[in-house]
C-alpha cells in the first residue's frame, strides 16, 4: 500500500514490549482529544478518546494521558503486537469544534 | 456495513482538468468533512458540512468545491487540476459537528502531471 507521512518520527518496539507514543498539543483551549491509527493504504481509525476534564482513560490495551499543564498526551500500548504497525496521531478539538491534526508517528513492531 | 466509501481510489489527472471525489456514508451521520494529506503533515481540511444542507471552508479550500447532495453524499469537485493538488484525500463524517470521533473513508490517491 501507499505510505504515507514519508517524513514522521518513528518508533520501533519489540514484540510484546509497551509502547508510548507522545504528541504535544497547540490550543490550551482544547477540550477533547483522540487518537487515530493509520495502516498503510487506510483511512485513520479511531482507537480511543479523552476529555479535557480526565488524565487518565483506559481502553483494551491502550491507555491514554493527558497533561494539560504542559499540553501533551501520550497514547501507551501494552504487549505491542505485529498488528499494531502503523501511523498514530492526535487530534484536538477546540473552541467552534475545529479538529487539529497532528502529523502522527510511525509504529514498527519487530517481530 | 460499509461506513465510509470513496471513489475512485486512485486517480491520474493531466493539470487543467477537472473531476469529482465521491464519498458517501451510511451511519445516518449530519456531519461531513473533506480532507487532503501530504507527506509529513498532519490531515488539512479542506470544507465540511456541518449538516445536511451547509457546507463551510475549511483550513485549505483553494481550488476546490463541494456538494453536500443529501445526508448521505458528500462530493469535492477540482475545477481545474494543479500539480499541488497531488494528495491523498480523504472523506469522513461524524454523528454531529461537536466533540465526537470521525469515521475516515480509505482514501482516493489524486495524483496531477
Known amino acids: 500500500g501507499e505510505s504515507v507521512g514519508l517524513h514522521l518520527p518513528t518508533l520501533s518496539v519489540q514484540e510484546g514490549d509497551n509502547s508510548i507514543i507522545n504528541c504535544a498539543y497547540s490550543?490550551?483551549?482544547?477540550?477533547?482529544f483522540i487518537w487515530y491509527k493509520q495502516e498503510s493504504g487506510k483511512g485513520p481509525q479511531f482507537i480511543i478518546d479523552?476529555?479535557?476534564?480526565?488524565d487518565k482513560r483506559q481502553g483494551q490495551r491502550v491507555t491514554v494521558l493527558l497533561n494539560k499543564t504542559v499540553k501533551h498526551l501520550s497514547l501507551q500500548i501494552a504487549a505491542t503486537q505485529p498488528g499494531d504497525s502503523a501511523v498514530y496521531f492526535c487530534a484536538e478539538i477546540g473552541g467552534g469544534f475545529k479538529t487539529i491534526f497532528g502529523a502522527g508517528t510511525r509504529l514498527f513492531v519487530k517481530a | 456495513n460499509a461506513g465510509v466509501t470513496q471513489t475512485p481510489k486512485f486517480q491520474v489527472l493531466k493539470t487543467g482538468q477537472s473531476m469529482t471525489l465521491q464519498c458517501a456514508q451510511d451511519?445516518?451521520?449530519?456531519?461531513m468533512y473533506w480532507y487532503r494529506q501530504d507527506p509529513g503533515m498532519g490531515l488539512r481540511l479542506i470544507y465540511y458540512s456541518a449538516s445536511e444542507g451547509t457546507t463551510d471552508k475549511g483550513e485549505v479550500p483553494n481550488g476546490y468545491n463541494v456538494s453536500r447532495l443529501n445526508k448521505r453524499e458528500f462530493s469535492l469537485r477540482l475545477e481545474s487540476a494543479a500539480p499541488s493538488q497531488t494528495s491523498v484525500y480523504f472523506c469522513a463524517s461524524s454523528e454531529f459537528y461537536s466533540n465526537q470521533p470521525q469515521h475516515f473513508g480509505d482514501g482516493t490517491r489524486l495524483s496531477i502531471l
Open positions: 451511519m445516518n451521520h449530519n456531519s
Open positions: 479523552i476529555r479535557s476534564n480526565m
Open positions: 490550543n490550551s483551549a482544547s477540550d477533547y
